[in-house]
């Protein structure tokens, strides 16, 4: 009987040290080499050390991108790429590229102003810093990617979190917000266990979730295809190319949905954020960057979108965009940030071919993601930074 024991403690000590082993093996030399198809299934903090847009395993004077899942890098690019390689597919990698300089994006699809500027880059930093490198460094600059699209939305229901928890007379009170933030970022998970703070045992629970996955493959709601046009109904249709084509008839608008009220008050939660970056990031050079709404990237020349005038959407769209650009400019002028607006060049890209879908709608594909980037690397933040052999992207 004990001989039995003894055999079963030094097979679970074998196995033990095993996956100690592998687990060193991976963080330290494997890690930047994961193929994408495993990434989902890595805890999110390492993630961050996964990514293909920088040159070794640690980023190193890196630029990060923060925000949701356009600074995630979601849409058909990575729908395309192939799986088994850790190969580009969004504007992280392009400015990589533009640039030579590393890139990392803390971006995660569904995050508010809060969630995507705060909660994620620092409780990634923090756990990576923590628990698996302590030479992780802290950002040399950051871009904020604000998506008028659903960043405002977004921000009107932490509000409503906010109230809930803290009460409506504490709105206007900067110090109820830090403690707020302090909270989120501290409730934010990202290793691989959620009841202890430490990376052992993230290879166990990586294999579980490729199992689960193998047998169940979730789906991605976000994902629809283009829907055959109903004769019946007027539908979406801009100008691509010098022609008229058919767009799918709900994208995404700059939060035409949201009263004056409402937008002041998902505005002065952004500004919060930013506040609280530059307190926190005290070394980093930031830049907002403002992406806009699908629909508004758009020359529309008729629509069905939403419950609005079709004929007079179009100077609807313009208006709204221009406020909304206009308040997200201010607001960074005033933190004394600089403000890139990529309308302009995504709007000429869209001019000539569509740069969304044309299964993922909500995001850019390939040409998207080029004219995002381009237009960043060419404000004047970036453009004295380009690489020779990328000069000419600015001409």
């Known amino acids: 009987m004990k001989e039995k024991l003894l055999n079963y403690l030094l097979s679970f000590i074998s196995i033990a040290l095993t996956l100690v082993f592998l687990e060193f093996f991976f ?26 847009s920088k040159d070794k395993r640690l980023p190193n004077d890196y630029i990060a991108l923060v925000g ?6 979601k849409g058909d690019w990575l729908l395309q790429t192939n799986p088994n390689q850790n190969s580009a597919f969004h ?50 600059q950051i871009l904020v990617y604000f998506y008028a699209g659903n960043d405002l939305t977004d921000n009107l229901e932490e509000l409503t979190s906010f109230v809930s928890e803290y009460g409506q007379d504490k709105r206007h009170n900067q110090a109820a917000w830090h403690a707020y933030f302090k909270q989120k970022i501290k409730t934010k998970k990202v290793g691989a266990m959620h009841f202890y703070d430490a990376n052992h045992g993230w290879l166990i629970h990586t294999l579980r979730k490729l199992i689960a996955h193998s047998f169940n493959k979730p789906q991605d709601s976000e994902i629809d295809r283009l829907a055959e046009p109903d004769n019946n109904k007027l539908v ?89 650009a206009a308040a997200i400019k201010a607001i960074s002028i005033q933190q004394s940030l600089n403000f890139i607006d990529t309308r302009p060049a995504i709007q000429q890209a869209a001019k000539q071919q569509i740069i969304h879908g044309p299964r993922d709608w909500k995001h850019f594909n390939q040409a998207g993601y080029k004219a995002l980037s381009q237009a960043i690397v060419c404000s004047e933040p970036f453009k004295v930074s380009l690489l020779e052999e990328y000069k000419n992207l600015c001409m």
């Open 236 to 324: 979406t249709s801009a100008w691509i190319a010098g022609k008229k084509q058919r767009l799918p008839n709900s994208l995404q608008t700059p939060a035409m949905a949201l009263n004056q009220e409402q937008t002041q008050a998902a505005l002065d939660i952004f500004k919060r954020c930013l506040i609280y970056m530059q307190q926190y990031f005290k070394q980093a050079n930031i830049s907002v960057v403002y992406i806009p709404a699908v629909l508004e990237s758009y020359s529309i020349s008729s629509s069905a979108n939403i419950a609005l005038n079709s004929q007079s959407l179009p100077a609807q769209v313009t208006q709204r965009s221009d406020q909304i």
């Open 27 to 52: 963080n330290h030399y494997l890690i930047h080499k994961t193929p994408l198809k495993f990434h989902f299934a890595l805890p999110e903090a390492l993630q961050v050390l996964a990514q293909s």
């Open 91 to 140: 504007s992280a990698h392009l400015i990589h590229q533009y640039l030579g300089q590393d890139v990392v994006s803390f971006g995660n699809s569904g995050s508010s102003n809060i969630e995507g500027l705060i909660q994620e880059p620092i409780a990634k930093l923090g756990f990576i810093e923590r628990n698996i490198d302590t030479d992780i460094q802290n950002p040399k």
């Open 68 to 73: 949701d899942s356009y600074a995630q890098g």
